[in-house]
């Protein structure tokens, strides 16, 4: 009889401290990953946390100089003249001004390309379409405010309606609605572009034409997404800032003409910004108050919009 041989092992004692350690380095490897990222968004918060007590703290000082009631009622606004007169309501009616007539050129164009990109277009040629509107989108937008202070405002607005000026709200307005338009369409077209198939088909079946299925199937199920756009887009223009004060005229109006010239609240903190105020003087520290409104409009707008986006939502599955 032979003598039979034990079975060859490996040995145990080598296995698994190199296991352990591929499993140590691999936990390793994720908590750093985790740390990064959570790094990432601290900054964002703190940064944004940052922002605002700058601003509160400015704002709070400038307001027991002057009266809320006066900042927020009154209907004259020159800080830097004698009298000084601090009443915001010219700077937020021509900041309103602007971004309504934005909207009401850009939101039917936008949403127009969009079902058109969604629905109807073929392949190459929206993918010939789509990114030239993001090239648009990646204009600067000192280029938009001279191309409105050089062509829109005297080729456009002056001979159409018969001004005598070339700046205007409606000049600046045209442009920022140019501005807005790749936003709506883009954010639109991927809402529609995100309706299930099954949806379009279903409406086939039943005879509907395609732009029966567009109006009645399409834009209500993406309904969500394009009103958050709408909604991005209009928080977009309150907040821009060169092609205003480029085009708009840079006067302090209360007025609801679009012919007419206005100054926005962010063409102001330019103003001042770029002048000779004296840091840390009362005309210095309207800036802040006025960008705390401004800041507090465009948070009530993106509050407004995720309500919008929850409210209209839909799921598929």
């Given amino acids: 009889m032979g003598i ?11 296995i698994k401290p190199r296991g ?14 985790t740390g990064v990222l959570f790094l990432c968004a601290a900054v964002s918060v703190v940064t944004t946390a940052a922002i605002v007590l700058t601003l509160l703290g ?4 400038f307001f027991q100089d002057v009266s809320p009631i ?17 009443g915001v309501l010219p700077l937020l009616a021509g900041t309103l001004l602007i971004a309504i007539c934005a909207a009401v050129f850009a939101v039917p164009l936008g949403l127009i390309t969009a079902i058109y990109l969604s629905e109807y277009a073929p392949r190459w040629l929206r993918a010939i379409i789509k990114p030239m509107l993001e090239i648009i989108a990646g204009i600067p937008t000192v280029v938009l405010g001279f191309f409105a202070l050089t062509f829109i405002g005297p080729d456009i607005v002056k001979p159409l309606f018969g001004t005598s000026q070339i700046f205007s709200a ?29 949806l379009r088909e279903g409406a086939y079946a039943l005879g509907a034409t395609k732009y029966e299925v567009a109006r009645r199937v399409v834009v209500p199920a993406a309904l969500s997404g394009i009103i958050a756009s709408f909604i991005l887009a209009v928080s977009r223009a309150v907040g821009e800032t060169m092609i205003v004060a480029i085009a ?14 206005v100054e926005t609240m962010t063409a102001y903190i330019v103003q001042i910004s770029l002048g000779d105020t004296p840091q840390g003087s009362l005309e210095f520290r309207t800036i ?15 509050i407004v919009s995720q309500y919008l986006l929850h409210k209209f939502r839909e799921v598929y599955e």
């Fill in 288 to 302: 802040f108050a006025v960008g705390m409104t401004l800041f507090v409009m465009t948070l009530a707008m993106n």
């Fill in 170 to 198: 409606l000049a600046a307005s045209l442009a920022v609605g140019i501005m807005i338009i790749p936003l709506i369409s883009s954010l639109s077209e991927d809402a529609m572009s995100a309706v299930p198939l099954g």
């Fill in 4 to 14: 039979i041989q034990p079975p060859v092992t490996r040995s145990v004692s080598r």
């Fill in 58 to 61: 400015e704002t709070v000082s």
């Fill in 248 to 261: 708009a005229g840079g006067t302090p109006n209360l007025t609801w003409n679009p012919l007419e010239a």
């Fill in 20 to 33: 352990q350690l591929e499993a140590r380095l691999r936990n390793t490897r994720e908590a750093a990953v």
């Fill in 70 to 86: 006066e900042f927020f009622t009154g209907t004259k606004w020159t800080p830097l003249f004698t009298p000084a007169q601090y």
